[in-house]
């Protein structure tokens, strides 16, 4: 079974400029996750999709951050414009919680440098 | 809200047996996740306890406690590749996970 993809693994952008992210789950994981992992931290939930609805976004920076899954497959996240803090690792994770395990897979992040 | 509790870092040497402790705040939940994060990559799933006792996988085991609002995570015979950063999760009732900041291990030979 293929994992969770993402890309890019790396990103090197200035502040105020824009910068999107991609994630495809595992095949038939309906949910979807986005979480923040700033250096020597635990990972920080952005946002959460079941299929192609948001289910918490509570903690997504909405006045620069969107994220969408328009087919309820893969889906972007985006930042537009990018601030110093913003510089962390994107982690994507599925889990097949519609069939009651809640068990999170993780991608392999993108690592985001703003200067 | 949830507050967890993680030691920043520990050093144990390469045989040895080594206990990761988490402790936390939460009103209720569902149960508690151990994830391995190894430098540079993506978390990884170890284990995850919904009832109090000890779940034992291998070399890994975890432990649970509700009522003391604590859990541990065991590793035994501890080799080089077991150096990595250990992550405690809380899923609590309703919502969404919660990671503690995670406690980077060094196993030196």
């Known amino acids: 079974e293929a994992g969770v993809a993402q890309s890019p693994r790396y990103k090197i952008i200035e502040k105020r400029q824009s910068v999107a992210f991609w994630c495809n789950p595992i095949s038939g994981h309906a949910t979807l996750y986005w979480y923040q992992q700033i250096l020597g931290q635990g990972p920080k939930l952005l946002i959460q999709f079941q299929n192609n609805g948001v289910v918490d976004d509570s903690q997504l920076p909405k006045d620069r951050f969107s994220a969408e899954r328009l087919k309820g497959v893969d889906s972007t996240l985006k930042i537009q414009p990018a601030k110093l803090e913003d510089s962390a690792v994107y982690l994507c994770?599925?889990?097949?919680?519609?069939?009651?395990?809640?068990?999170?897979?993780f991608g392999p992040g993108t690592r985001l440098l703003v200067l | 809200g949830q507050n967890i509790d993680q030691p920043t870092e520990m050093t144990a040497t390469e045989g040895a047996i080594v206990q990761i402790n988490c402790t936390y705040q939460?009103?209720?939940?569902?149960?508690l996740f151990w994830y391995q994060q190894h430098a540079g990559e993506a978390p990884t799933f170890l284990s995850y306890n919904v009832l109090d006792g000890l779940e034992e996988k291998g070399r890994f085991s975890s432990f649970l406690s509700r009522s003391k609002g604590y859990s541990y995570l065991l590793l035994k015979e501890l080799q080089m590749k077991d150096s990595a950063s250990y992550l405690c999760?809380?899923?609590?009732?309703?919502?969404?996970?919660?990671f503690g900041p995670g406690t980077r291990l060094s196993v030196l030979p």
């Open positions: 999760a809380v899923w609590p009732y309703g919502q969404n996970f919660v």
């Open positions: 939460t009103s209720g939940f569902n149960g």
């Open positions: 994770a599925s889990s097949p919680r519609d069939r009651g395990e809640e068990t999170q897979y």
